[in-house]
């Protein structure tokens, strides 16, 4: 059974303070590792996929990076408006093109 | 470019009553669609997703149903509404290399 594991289920950082998110995954032959970001009441909004290990990719004070097990989204230097929960995902396995997500880590960027 | 949109925004409805959820995409033809649940503080649960039109298949038992009647419209409806169909609704369209992009959700609150 695939399964998308996120943690730290929440983390409170202040303005500047780096830190990292961790998404790690049990799935054979994976077809993409997914990125997204949501804010309360609203739909997660697309950030990146990965598809091979040592795959980096940024955007902004974000940066997600690849490895066997696991990915990282790399938070630099975080504003207030960072503050949102991040979902990874990865394809669900039997060829239904379906997402199966991990429940994320509400991330807190106090000013 | 794609835009998807989901109506209505907010809903409150007695138990018993029946739903229905709008979900249309513009800008991309023949997409996969899906409708995905969001309970508070968890992950999205798969619902349906299809890949054409008339062509649903469910991901878990429940009383809900979809319906795909034209290439760009979603539809998830109910006859009878339970308790534990609250949440948060989500419906989203997807590329053949998995990336999904999701609409602005629907919250539904059953009384």
């Known amino acids: 059974e695939d399964q998308v594991t996120q943690s730290p289920e929440a983390l409170r950082l202040q303005e500047g303070e780096s830190s990292s998110l961790n998404c790690s995954y049990t799935?054979?032959?994976?077809?993409?590792l997914f990125w997204y970001r949501q804010d309360p009441g609203k739909g997660p909004e697309f950030l990146f996929t990965?598809?091979?290990a040592g795959e980096e990719k940024e955007k902004e004070r974000l940066k997600a990076t690849l490895t066997k097990k696991e990915s990282f989204l790399h938070i630099t230097a975080p504003k207030p408006e960072d503050s949102a929960t991040y979902l990874c995902?990865?394809?669900?396995?039997?060829?239904?093109?379906?997402?199966?997500f991990g429940s994320g880590t509400r991330l807190q960027v106090q000013p | 470019s794609q835009t998807i949109h989901q109506w209505p925004a907010t809903l409150v409805q007695p138990v018993g009553s029946p739903l229905s959820l709008e979900c249309t995409v513009e800008?991309?033809?023949?997409?996969?669609l899906y409708w995905y649940r969001q309970a508070a503080g968890r992950g999205l649960q798969l619902l349906f997703y299809?890949?054409?039109?008339?062509?649903i298949s469910s991901e878990v038992p429940q009383n809900l149903s979809a319906s795909r009647p034209q290439d760009r419209q979603f539809i998830l409806s109910s006859k009878k509404l339970l308790l534990s169909d609250s949440g948060f609704y989500l419906c989203?369209?997807?590329?053949?290399?998995?990336?999904?992009?999701f609409g602005p959700g629907t919250r539904l609150t059953v009384t």
């Open positions: 989203a369209w997807g590329r053949q290399d998995h990336e999904q992009y």
């Open positions: 799935v054979s032959g994976l077809r993409g």
């Open positions: 990965l598809y091979s």
């Open positions: 995902a990865v394809p669900t396995k039997g060829g239904r093109r379906a997402l199966t």
């Open positions: 800008g991309t033809s023949n997409p996969n």
């Open positions: 299809s890949v054409g039109i008339g062509q």
